[in-house]
Each structure stands twice: as structure tokens, then as C-alpha cells.
């Protein structure tokens, strides 16, 4: 019976090792398969988060910050758009590396990082940057609805809620398909805006200049600045990118993952190239015309206070009387396009921090309750008007909120802990920080000597004025403190899969078992799914 037990149990051993001998061939296999296509095939399978992440640099916020800029500084402030969209596609490329080499998003990484309260605070701030994002969505979707169908604008707030969870419902018909309608729609008022843009034909050497000469004159430039660069460099999308990747079926091999990479940074850099186009023919557009000398004393008024609500006149010359109706759909597909990422991104933020899953809508809804309601609050007290300056106060949270995904990032993606080899080159390293620094620091700035100005300059009584102060002031060490923190911590976490992989290897050496896989990286990398 001994000798019967002992040939049934090396059998076993027998049938167990030639089924995991079968496991890996077939891995090599596939993994082989998956190398040697074409380029251009592999390139294909790759497109996809860049352009998904390229349509909040196309939503309501940052088609207002560009119209007001264009209307108060003509094109003295395209400078901003440059800068923000190439230090965009820097940090965008290096969130999508550090998703492809380790596996994990940015989220998971901080919660494995950073003590808990600390953890619990970037949660909370990530989730707020979601919130802002979506206070421009809701307006500009509200805006639409009172363009097309002359709905007073906080109603327009209120029926958003519905519009959205409407559109999320419709994506189980076909997210590629639904998606590619609402790029269709954006795109098209991209169009409008260059066919205008061929029309006025602004002065070109007015451009150049304004493209590659920094200039902050004039009344509330600073903070248009801030708001622009707060619209374009948005922290929320840094959370999204490193988690799309991982969609992607990456071949988890040192190739594969230069490949897909590389794969990333073309797309990346074409989807925001398309960007940086259209958001300098809606500031030229906005520029020229609101500076045109024969300006009807109409559309002048417009351009004094101009906004989402008013803005349909600039496509006159292109689409003649049907320009609102025009304008009214792009700017509805472009809020709820920008609604998709933003869902994404709350999505994916909760998961990394927390280890929670929650469905789309439920997520989308919570998120769009949250921003209704200083919406509703500000159209129904300051109208239409007081609803786009929002938007710009929600654009200038979002810069300021920065720093605290931007310095996490930049940090991770430098670090050998976490990306091994795969780490940035000193050069993006220093260029990074010093982009990096020099936007915090402009917010810094902005922050302090507004503040110290309004205390100056306010109306309030004095004793109103030291208790602001009291409360204020702190606040604005503290944020200072957390970004000097975050700057200057030492990463105590070791991330990079293949300092663990070595270790497990070492200790299969030291057992006497032999270890034929070439590949130190998780197997899950090929296919990590899309939270439901």
C-alpha cells in the first residue's frame, strides 16, 4: 500500500509539473505572439487612454478660461496654453509609464506609500479636484440646454444629473461606439472655431509672439493665467491616465513594456497636439474679433463679461444664424464627454485609496450631487454670469490642488523603488521639477499677495477682517508645509515588481528548484479590467 502511495503521489508530482511546464509554454507563446506582430498593429492596440484623456482638455472649463482669456488679453497669454499642454503631455507619458512598469495606478501607489493620514488627505483632495472638474461640466451642459431650448440655466443644473446617468445607461449599447459620437461632436466645434479662425485671420506675428513670449499685463492676468493652467494641468487626469494603461493587454516583457511606453507617449502626444490646436483657435478667435474695430456695441458688451452663454456670436461668420444651435450641441457633447473621465477617475481614485468599488452611476450620481449644488446655488443668486465665473474659481481650484498628484508622480516616476530601470532620465527629471516648481510656485504667489490685497482692500469691519486673517493665514502654512512635505519625504516603499520577483527567485535557487521564467513583472499586467 506504502509503494502504491508513493507512485500515485509521484504521479501527481509528475502531472503537476508537466501542466505547469504547459502554463508557461503557452505564456511564452502568446507573449511571443504578442512581440512579433507589427508595429503598427501593437501601436493600435495601445490607442485609446490618451485619447480619452485628451477630452478634458477639451470640456466646458477650458473653453470658457479660453474665451475669457482671448476676450481681456487678446493673445497675450497663448503662452500659458503652450507651456501647460507640453508640461501636460510631459506628466501625462510619465503617469502612463509608471502604470505600465508597475502594474498599479498612481492611487494604489500613494496608499502603499504615504502613513494613513496622510493617505486619507490626498483622498480627499483628489476627490475634490473631481468635484471642480465636474462644476464646469454641469454648467456648460446647463448652458446647452438654455441655448437649444431656452431653459433658464438653474434648471438646465438640475435636469444635468439626469443627462449624465442617462448617457452612462446608454454605454452598455457600446462605450466605443458612444464615445467616438461624442468626439464626432466636439471635434465639430473644433472645425467651427478653425473655419472662424480662417475668417478673421488673426495678425500671425500677434500669435507668435503671444505663443513664445511670456507677458502677464493688464488687469487679472495672473489670474486668468492660473485658471488657464488649471484647466489644461488637471491632477485628476494623472489618477486616470496610470490606470487606463492598465486596460491594455501589455506584453509583460522588457520589450513590451519599452514598446507600450513608447506606444503611450505618441498617442499621448498627437491627442494633446490636436489639443493645443483648438484651444489656440478659440483664444485667437475669441482675440480677434472682441478686438475687432468694427464691433457692433452688442457683441461688445458680450465680450466685456464673456462666457459660455454668450459665446455663439463668435461663429457667426461660419455658420450664420444656425451658430447657437451649432454651438448649443458641441458644447453639450463636450460637457458630457468630460463627464465620462471625470466618472472614470472618482472611480479609480476610491479603489486606490480606499479598496472600494462602486458602480458607474452611483459613483457619477454622487459626484453630480456634490457639484450641483454650488452650481444651482451661484445661478440662481448671480445667473448666467455668476455660473462662468465659477467656472473660473473652479479652474483655479484645480491648479491649486496640483501639486498634490504632481509631486507624488514626479517623485514615483523618478524613484528605482518603484520603476527600477525604467526610471526617469535626469534630464525629464530636472525639467519636470522646474516646470513643475515654477507652476506651484506661480500659485503660491497668486494665493499669498490676493489674499494680503482683499485684506488690504476689503469693505468688511476690522474685527471681521483679523478673524479671516486668523483663519486664513494657518491655512495657507499648512498647504505650504504639505507641499515641502511631499517635496523633501523619502519614498520608504519598494514598488518595483522586480525587487520582489528577485527575491522569490533567490529563494527558489536556494530550495533547489529551478526558475526558467526570464520575466520579473506580474502576470496581471496584461489584462487589468476597467472598475465596474
Aim: include cysteine.
Amino acid at each position: 500500500m506504502e509503494i502504491e502511495r508513493e507512485t500515485t503521489g509521484d504521479e501527481r508530482a509528475r502531472s503537476w509539473r508537466a501542466n505547469v511546464a504547459q502554463e508557461d509554454s503557452k505564456k511564452l507563446e502568446d507573449k511571443d505572439q504578442l512581440t512579433k506582430e507589427p508595429s503598427w498593429k501593437r501601436f493600435l492596440a495601445h490607442v485609446g487612454p490618451g485619447f480619452m484623456v485628451s477630452l478634458a482638455y477639451l470640456d466646458p472649463g477650458n473653453l470658457e478660461t479660453d474665451l475669457q482669456a482671448g476676450a481681456n488679453h487678446r493673445y497675450e497669454l497663448l503662452w500659458v496654453i503652450l507651456i501647460g499642454l507640453i508640461f501636460a503631455m510631459i506628466i501625462q507619458s510619465l503617469a502612463a509609464n509608471l502604470g505600465v512598469v508597475t502594474g498599479r495606478h498612481l492611487a494604489e501607489i500613494c496608499k502603499s506609500e504615504y502613513p494613513k493620514f496622510v493617505k486619507i488627505c490626498l483622498w480627499i483632495l483628489a476627490e475634490v479636484a473631481v468635484i471642480a472638474a465636474d462644476i464646469p461640466e454641469v454648467i456648460g451642459t446647463a448652458f446647452a440646454f438654455n441655448i437649444l431650448f431656452h431653459i433658464p440655466v438653474w434648471v438646465g443644473v438640475l435636469i444635468t444629473g439626469s443627462s449624465t446617468l442617462l448617457l452612462l445607461g446608454l454605454q452598455k449599447y457600446g462605450v466605443r461606439k458612444l464615445e467616438f459620437l461624442i468626439s464626432m461632436l466636439v471635434f465639430v466645434m473644433a472645425a467651427c472655431f478653425f473655419g472662424e479662425l480662417s475668417i478673421v485671420k488673426p495678425p500671425t506675428v500677434e500669435v507668435v509672439k503671444g505663443l513664445f513670449i511670456p507677458r502677464l499685463k493688464g488687469p487679472g492676468a495672473t489670474g486668468d493665467a492660473i485658471a488657464l493652467l488649471g484647466a489644461l494641468v488637471m491632477p485628476h487626469n494623472l489618477f486616470l491616465h496610470s490606470a487606463l494603461v492598465l486596460s491594455r493587454k501589455t506584453p509583460p516583457s522588457v520589450r513590451g513594456i519599452k514598446d507600450a511606453c513608447r506606444f503611450f507617449l505618441y498617442e499621448s502626444g498627437f491627442a494633446l497636439f490636436v489639443a493645443l490646436l483648438i484651444n489656440i483657435a478659440v483664444v485667437s478667435v475669441s482675440g480677434t474679433v472682441c478686438f475687432s474695430s468694427n464691433l457692433s456695441t452688442e457683441d461688445a458688451e458680450k465680450c466685456s463679461d464673456l462666457s459660455l452663454d454668450s459665446s455663439s456670436f463668435l461663429l457667426k461668420n461660419v455658420l450664420g444664424r444656425s451658430s447657437a444651435i451649432v454651438y448649443g450641441v458641441a458644447l453639450l457633447a463636450s460637457g458630457q464627454s468630460s463627464t465620462i473621465t471625470g466618472t472614470y477617475s472618482g472611480q479609480y481614485i476610491m479603489q486606490g485609496f480606499l479598496d472600494i468599488r462602486m458602480k458607474k452611476w452611483l459613483r457619477n450620481l454622487m459626484t453630480r450631487c456634490i457639484a450641483i449644488v454650488p452650481s444651482l446655488v451661484v445661478s440662481i443668486i448671480g445667473g448666467p454670469s455668476g455660473a462662468g465665473r465659477l467656472i473660473i474659481i473652479a479652474s483655479m481650484i484645480l491648479s491649486f490642488e496640483l501639486p498634490f498628484a504632481l509631486i507624488p508622480l514626479l517623485k514615483f516616476s523618478s524613484s528605482s523603488s518603484k520603476m527600477g530601470p525604467y526610471k526617469n532620465s535626469i534630464y525629464i527629471i530636472v525639467f519636470s521639477w522646474l516646470l513643475g516648481l515654477l507652476i506651484i510656485g506661480i500659485n503660491m504667489y497668486f494665493l499669498s499677495t490676493s489674499f494680503v490685497g482683499w485684506l488690504i482692500h476689503n469693505s468688511l469691519p476690522k474685527y471681521a477682517t483679523v478673524l479671516v486673517g486668523i483663519v486664513v493665514f494657518p491655512l495657507m502654512l499648512i498647504y505650504v508645509f504639505a507641499v515641502i512635505y511631499l517635496t523633501f519625504r523619502k519614498d520608504t516603499v519598494v514598488t518595483f515588481v522586480a525587487d520582489s520577483c528577485q527575491a522569490d527567485a533567490e529563494k527558489a535557487k536556494a530550495a533547489g528548484e529551478d526558475d526558467d521564467d526570464p520575466v520579473p513583472y506580474r502576470q496581471d499586467l496584461a489584462d487589468i479590467p476597467l472598475p465596474q
